[in-house]
């Protein structure tokens, strides 16, 4: 027994979706994105993911403020970004993990940038 109704097919199904409705509020708007400054003071670095592969990298925060300025939006860096394994452009932007309120933020991870 799968928990569906016996008479379940394609038609009774585009009949529920249409006795639904459309959500008549609008959808809340996100806040302002943060500038790359605010970025900055808030976690000195980040995960860069690449949309494309999945890729993901450390990037310190003060190497995109130097390059466009702290009152740049982060939509910036998102666009910028390059893939280094694919090259693609476009990009998400992750905080690092909490380490616990003793450490907070990880530390930026050494390990993966050096040879």
Do not use: Y
Not at 41 to 50: D, I, Q, S, Y
């Amino acid at each position: 027994m799968s928990g569906e109704p016996a008479n379940f097919n394609a038609r009774a199904m585009a009949r529920w979706l249409a006795s639904r409705g459309r959500r008549r509020t609008k959808r809340q708007q996100a806040g302002p994105r943060p500038t790359l400054g605010d970025l900055q003071r808030a976690t000195p670095w980040v995960w860069v993911w690449c949309e494309k592969c999945c890729h993901h990298a450390p990037f310190a925060c003060a190497v995109a403020v130097i390059r466009w300025g702290p009152n740049t939006s982060s939509d910036k860096l998102r666009s910028c970004a390059r893939c280094t394994a694919c090259g693609n452009k476009g990009a998400t932007i992750q905080h690092p993990g909490w380490g616990g309120n003793d450490v907070g933020f990880l530390p930026f991870p050494v390990e993966m940038v050096t040879p």
